[in-house]
Each structure stands twice: as structure tokens, then as C-alpha cells.
């Protein structure tokens, strides 16, 4: 991003060509360098001539130094060339004369406000000012881009003093920061207006956020994240979308150099008040660092990454839900050693074919399977010692196309009232009256069941 109280030597401004467009109208297109950070304004005539009037009036420039007017021939080609030479001229020219008070009437004609580190801040501290009361009030949290926290990050390291004018005092922008509890983060690969700035080579802290207690993050790089001590001892929620992590440190040791976790890690580096953690959409193949980074977590996401099995989580006591949806996950051998005392587990849209694994999980409460690859009506056997089980997922599996499916697998479960759910749908009573009626007759039948003819 552009700095240009560090970097006001190193500015330049041309003016790269003129176009003309359908309505005729003729823009100028501004090309401005700060350093290495550059972009582009376009402007018409009308907008140079409303600048110099200001610049007159309140800074002392000289008059007669703008390409004056012409009504007749102004489309010519070779009339909007003179022009554009004159123009770079002139605004080279301001630009040497003001260098050093750099007025705001110019600022904003450049459009400095959309890219520098100062007015950036600047214009954050008035909105502040004017309505961070109600921002802090509001449930749905605030957005900042990875553009603002860079702002902010690079003011904090700035020596100069804070703004005279107390509507833009940097203190606003650290005074809202640190009482935000509920911080949205969004980033991208894309970039900064017109600019060579890509948000996702900026790099940010976070240690002005003091009490942030929900943190979500969009489409950010992870390794441009610096300072994270402070939402440690904050955060309980955590989600973090779409950003490429690779593992869980990509992001909960984000901070450090070396990113390797152990059961006696510094307890610095641990998320002790983390209760839920989403890393939805990412590319993450394992979430062993979970058990010692997130140690209290009591709801886990990890839907559409990479997983293709399901590691011991025993060491999170507290954790209760936990969804794997839409991964690659075909070995589920030995859950009941490597899940403890789960009520919730999603793990739709996987590639399991095989129930045994499931069969001793007795805390189970819901349970989705959909869009997996179980075939044989036999396999739900295997979910009969599920005694506290009241919601059952298996639509999408090639079982769920079996005739009488759901009387058979309300049969083998032996489910006689309608407290359970079967694929989002409770049993009617036609259904529970077929599967009484089975039951009358597997009775009958000296316990073999019709499901065994």
C-alpha cells in the first residue's frame, strides 16, 4: 500500500493517454507511482479545471499554469495530445510546488484515499467517531478487509502524531478494535481497485482486537497473519472459509515461524477458550493438531477438505459434534476408540460402504451417512445397539433405492414411534403400523425376521 509520508520523494504522476469514449466524452488516464505501490484516475478536463480553482484559491498555485479551454476542435486527436502533455505538465508542476503540505483537494483528486496507509486510517477514524457505537452493538459483527488491517497494522508502526482534527484521531480506530467482540475478516486474490495491490499480499495483525470472542475469516492467506496472542485468550468461535489451509496450524500458529505442534507445546500457542471451530472448504488432509491447539473445542466442522480418514480425537473430552461432509473418507475402522462420546456426526457425502464401525457408539444421537456408498440393507444392523440414535441420514445411498426401504430399516431398528427421523422425515403411522405388524409376525415366526427371507 502507498505511504506517502514515508515515501513523498518518490513520487510520480503521467498522464498515460486520453480516451474518448462512446458519448464522446475524453478522459484522461492519470498513472500514479508511490514507491512501488502504483494506479490509475481517470479523469475528464472539467474535473482538472474544478482542482484549479481550488488550488488557487486556498494554496497558492499559479493561475495561468492549466491548458486553458478551447470549445472549437477539443475532439481533435490531435488537440486531446496537446492537452494531455499540458496536463501532465501541470500536475508534475503542483506536485513539485506541494510536495511537502500535499493538500487534501489533491489527495483526493488522485484518489490517495482509496490506497494510502494514512487517509485510509483517517477516514476509518471518523466512521468510528461517528458510528462505532452502533457497529459494536450489532450481532452480525464488523467486516474488515485485509486492506484496512494492513492500514492499520502500518499506522501502528508510524512515529508521526496523531491527526490534530479530533474526528480523525487514530485513537478512534484502536478504541473500536479493541472493544469489537465479533470480527469479520475478508480477503482475496484480486486486486486493489486499480492498483498493483493484491489483498492477499498484505500482511496484518491483530493485537489492537482485545475482545474478540468470534472471529470469522474469508478467502485470506493465513501466512500474512502476524500478532495473534490476543485473540487466544478471547476467541470461542472460529471459522475460517475457502482460504487454502493445508492443516489447522496453517492458521492457529499462523504467527510463528515453525509451525509444529506437540502435547507439551508452550501453552501460549494454545486456543483454550475455543469451544467451536468451522475450517469449512478448505484443503486440510488431517486435524490431529486440533486435540492439543483446540483443547476444549465441543464442535468441530471440517466439510469439503481432504480427509480420508478419521484420526483419534479422544484427547478433546468436550467435544460433541464433529462434521466431516463431503471429504474422502472411506476407513471408519474402530470409531469407538478414536471419537469418545459424540452426539452429533456428519459424515455425508463420503465414500463409506461399510456401518460395522458405528456399531459402538452408543452416545450417538444423530447421525447423517447420506451420499455414501452403503448398498446392503443388512449393513443398518450394525446401528441397532445406537439406543440413543433419534436421527438417522441415508438418502443419497445406493440402500435408500431398495423397495420398502424405510419400513425395512425402521424394521431392523426397531423404531415403533414417530421421536425418530428417518432422511429429515418422521415415521407416519401407515409406516409404524407396517412395522408393528412385522414385529407381530417376526414374534410368531420364533425371532427370525421377515428381513432375513
Not at 476509518?124 to 452502533?134: H, M, R, Y
Not at 459494536?136 to 497494522?153: E, M, P, Q, R
Not at 499462523?254 to 501460549?268: A, E, G, I, P
Not at 483446540?294 to 469439503?304: D, E, H, Q, R
Amino acid at each position: 500500500m502507498s505511504c506517502y509520508v514515508q515515501h513523498c520523494r518518490e513520487c510520480n504522476i503521467v498522464i498515460s493517454k486520453a480516451e474518448t469514449d462512446t458519448d464522446r466524452v475524453t478522459y484522461y488516464i492519470i498513472k500514479v507511482n508511490v514507491g512501488d505501490i502504483t494506479w490509475s484516475v481517470r479523469k475528464r478536463y472539467k474535473e482538472f479545471l474544478e482542482l484549479h480553482k481550488k488550488l488557487v484559491n486556498e494554496h497558492t498555485v499559479t493561475k495561468d499554469i492549466l491548458p486553458g479551454k478551447k470549445i472549437i476542435g477539443n475532439k481533435e486527436p490531435s488537440f486531446i495530445e496537446r492537452r494531455r502533455v499540458g496536463l501532465e505538465i501541470y500536475l508534475q508542476t503542483i506536485l513539485s510546488f506541494l510536495q511537502k503540505s500535499m493538500p487534501e483537494e489533491l489527495f483526493d483528486f488522485l484518489e490517495f484515499n482509496k490506497y494510502d496507509v494514512i487517509l485510509i486510517v483517517k477516514k476509518l477514524a471518523a466512521e468510528f467517531l461517528q458510528n462505532g457505537d452502533s457497529y459494536l452493538l450489532n450481532d452480525n459483527g464488523f467486516n474488515f478487509n485485509v486492506l484496512l488491517l494492513y492500514a492499520i497494522s502500518e499506522r501502528l508502526k508510524l512515529p508521526c502524531p496523531d491527526n490534530e482534527n479530533n474526528e480523525f484521531n487514530f485513537s478512534h480506530v484502536l478504541d473500536f478494535c479493541s472493544r469489537l467482540k465479533y470480527l469479520i475478516i475478508k480477503g482475496g486474490n484480486h486486486y486493489v481497485g486499480t492498483s498493483n495491490i493484491i489483498y492477499n499480499n498484505l500482511s496484518f495483525e491483530l493485537s489492537s482486537f482485545k475482545n474478540v470472542n468470534k472471529l470469522e475469516c474469508y478467502n485470506i492467506a493465513p501466512n500474512m497473519i502476524y500478532n495473534l496472542n490476543t485473540l487466544r485468550d478471547t476467541v470461542r468461535v472460529i471459522t475460517i472459509y475457502n482460504s487454502k489451509l493445508k492443516c489447522p496450524e496453517d492458521i492457529l500458529l499462523s504467527d510463528y515461524v515453525h509451525k509444529q505442534w506437540s502435547c507439551d507445546m508452550d501453552s501460549s500457542m494454545v486456543w483454550n477458550k475455543i469451544k467451536v471451530v468451522d475450517f469449512s472448504w478448505n484443503e486440510i488432509r488431517t486435524l490431529k493438531s486440533l486435540t492439543v491447539l483446540t483443547p476444549n473445542v465441543k464442535t468441530i466442522n471440517l466439510n469439503g477438505n481432504l480427509l480420508n480418514t478419521i484420526e483419534d480425537m479422544t484427547p478433546l473430552t468436550h467435544l460433541s459434534h464433529l462434521s466431516l461432509s463431503n471429504n474422502n473418507i472411506t476407513d471408519v475402522l474402530d470409531l469407538h476408540t478414536k471419537l469418545g462420546n459424540l452426539i452429533c456426526l456428519n459424515l455425508s457425502t463420503n465414500k463409506i460402504s461399510d456401518l460395522r464401525a458405528f456399531s459402538k457408539l452408543f452416545s450417538l444421537e444423530m447421525l447423517d451417512l447420506g451420499s455414501n456408498y452403503v448398498i446392503d440393507i443388512e449393513q443398518i444392523k450394525y446401528l441397532t445397539g445406537l439406543q440413543n440414535m433419534n436421527y438417522l441420514v441415508l438418502s443419497g445411498n445406493p440402500v435408500s433405492t431398495v423397495v420398502d426401504y424405510r419400513i425395512k430399516v425402521l424394521g431392523i431398528l426397531n423404531k415403533k414411534t414417530s421421536d425418530f427421523c428417518l432422511d429429515n422425515e418422521r415415521p407416519t403411522q401407515k409406516e409404524l403400523d407396517t412395522v408393528a405388524v412385522m414385529h407381530a409376525l417376526n414374534m410368531a415366526k420364533e425371532g427370525k425376521t421377515l428381513f432375513d427371507l
